[in-house]
Antibody, heavy 119, light 110 residues
Framework: QVQLAQSGAEVKKPGASVKVSCKAS????????ISWVRQAPGQGLEWMGW????????NYAQNLQGRVTMTTDTSTSTAYMELRSLSSDDTAVYHC????????????WGHGTLVIVSS | QSALTQPRSVSGSPGQSVTISCTGT?????????VSWYHQHPGKAPKLIIY???KRPSGVPDRFSGSKSGNTASLTISGLQADDEADYYC??????????FGGGTKLTVL
């Protein structure tokens, strides 16, 4: 079955960076894309960006441009999301999610990684 | 990209039907038949329940149905059950590998 296993919770200080991993299994990694979505405490879902696992092309949400980098390692079927210059506003659960080959549907989700930004 | 607009909360009694609306713009909901719905129980990952406006993934009961008119999509849950109590999110494809989500609706089964 499709599984997206994410790395564990992180606590970071303002100004630091965080890198979250997402290891895929149960399907052919390069046949589907990956999106990252975050959820601040008590808030809704916010789409962060998309990466093609086939060629590494990316598209980031405008409000995160310059602070976020998404990458993949096809040898280990793992996707990564790095967010820099953290502030308390970045405290959230970060989910990776699978995007179907047609590129228009987010279907399976990882359980999420809690990132707390606090001094 | 602004978030899609959903009611903060809806409620219904077991066996009843509820409808959750999701209003976007002509750049997202109104332009694409790629609206999906997810429910999320506390502490769990979101789960896909409707895609392409009206389609249900395998295993999702036909009590869940979706529709769209103009810039507004809707999710209807009929025959409410206690386990339907969750947060519900709509999502629309917005072109060139971008997506926009709704703010979420808390469904309470009375």
């Amino acid at each position: 079955q499709v599984q997206l296993a994410q790395s564990g919770a992180e606590v970071k200080k303002p100004g630091a960076s965080v890198k979250v991993s997402c290891k895929a299994s149960g399907y052919i990694f390069t046949s589907y894309h990956i999106s990252w979505v975050r959820q601040a405490p008590g808030q809704g879902l916010e789409w962060m960006g998309w990466i093609s696992t086939y060629n590494g092309n990316t598209n980031y949400a405008q409000n995160l441009q310059g602070r976020v980098t998404m990458t993949t390692d096809t040898s280990t079927s793992t996707a990564y999301m790095e967010l820099r210059s953290l502030s308390s506003d970045d405290t959230a659960v970060y989910h990776c999610a699978r995007v179907d080959p047609t590129g228009d549907l987010i279907d399976y989700w990882g359980h999420g990684t809690l990132v707390i930004v606090s001094s | 990209q602004s978030a899609l607009t959903q009611p903060r909360s809806v409620s219904g009694s077991p066996g009843q039907s509820v409808t959750i609306s999701c209003t976007g713009t002509s750049s997202d909901v109104g332009s694409y038949n790629y609206v999906s719905w997810y429910h999320q129980h506390p502490g769990k990952a979101p789960k896909l329940i409707i895609y392409d406006v009206t389609k249900r993934p395998s295993g999702v009961p036909d009590r869940f149905s979706g529709s769209k008119s103009g810039n507004t999509a809707s999710l209807t849950i009929s025959g409410l059950q206690a386990d339907d109590e969750a947060d519900y999110y709509c999502c629309s494809y917005a072109g060139i590998y971008t997506w926009v989500f709704g703010g979420g609706t808390k469904l309470t089964v009375l």
